[in-house]
């Protein structure tokens, strides 16, 4: 190890595991450490990514994926059921749930390259060799499921339904709905894209079920407990105001009503939201500053001085005027506002590339976490009518899933919906 890869160690710019593995190729490639890097490695402190962490896939309570503290990528897609019967989607949970408790660990599903001559794999191999990198697979499952074509129509969730028309929509059918959704989050975007294209095989050799819709998000927009607030691609720091311990997590997030069963689980909002980020790049800072209510630089709210101040809705400037608009972005979403209302935001930036204009194509995977989805629509409803951001966003995608409790060691997630 050299002196540089020290440096970078000792500011816990990377694990000493995967320091060790790369410090041939970066004594190769890398020049010397930068003061601007150096400064740079010293905000990432608390950054540290292990890449050989492991969450575990089956628990008493939530599913991994819902509190646990974003990782840096996510692969999101829904699925339609192809096989109308309640035996294909029993299968095909238990068939999820096994390769996913593989996968949470590293582990291929099944063999790679398979000793009789001929035969096709079972995992398609472009994991093999990368860490867990923290990886959860979480499963949800749409209102459609929950009918008498599966005999469910009974164990629907009492708060599952199509999310209500919202009057920021402008949402695309391919984009939106599905009977079941996959999320999966990891430090390591190979990994989290492997665990995806795994299960949609499962799907799809089971004959239980084809993809609908998906969303690649190349980084994370909210932080979690101790999380260095991230940014979005409008450069704001976003996740500033999260709900981040277990006692905001039980009072707004789990669901403590209904069957035993759903207890603990939670409904999770998915919104794809195009960002117009080239009209956003020639806006003036003042005016972005306006928009959220916050500084774009250091996230403090436009009453304060720091990210973390309170902010004070009923602050006015000299001439009387709001100094956090009527119109800003947090003003219309804080809790204060809105009868305690607080949802849990695990969102992500993602790009399509470019549209048929050649400009950038992106936006936020914007993913919530609540125990009842009206917490969600009163928000949107509010924000789709005032909210200075609307100049600058579409929603076009949409989803609402219900996400039950992580499954016991020998059993699978929504087990109970069979018994
Ligand atoms: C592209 C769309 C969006 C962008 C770029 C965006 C960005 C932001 C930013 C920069 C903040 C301030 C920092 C923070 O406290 O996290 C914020 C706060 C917040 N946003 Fe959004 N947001 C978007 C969509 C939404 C949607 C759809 C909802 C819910 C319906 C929402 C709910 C909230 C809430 C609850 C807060 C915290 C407000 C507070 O308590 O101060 N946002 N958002």
Redesign the pocket.
Known sequence: MNRHDKSLLSHGLVSRRNMLKGSLASALTLPALSPTLASAAEASEKENIDLSHQWPFYGDHGQAGVTTPPQRHIMFMTFDMTTPTAQALQILLARWSAAIAQLVQGAAVGTVEPSRIGSVGTDTGEAVGLDPASLTVTIGMGPSLFTDTYGLTAKCPPHLRPLAALPSDNLQPELSGGDLSLQACADDPQVAYHAIRVLARIAKSTGAAQTRWTVMGFGRASAGKDQETPR?L?G???????LVDASEFNQHVWIKEGPAWQQSGSYQVV?K?K?NIENWDTDRVSDQNQV?G?HKLSGAPLSGTREFDT?DFHKKDTEGELVIPATA??RL???ENNQGVR?L?RSYNYTDGLNHYGQLDA??L?I?YQNDPAH?ET??RK?GAADA?NEY?SHIGSGLFFVPPAAKEGSYIGAELFS
């Open positions: 979005n409008f704001f720091k976003d996740g500033t105001r999260n919104r939201i960002m959220f916050r902010p972005h947090i979403a804080a809790h949802i935001r936006g936020l914007f919530s969600f928000l949107q924000l951001l966003i």
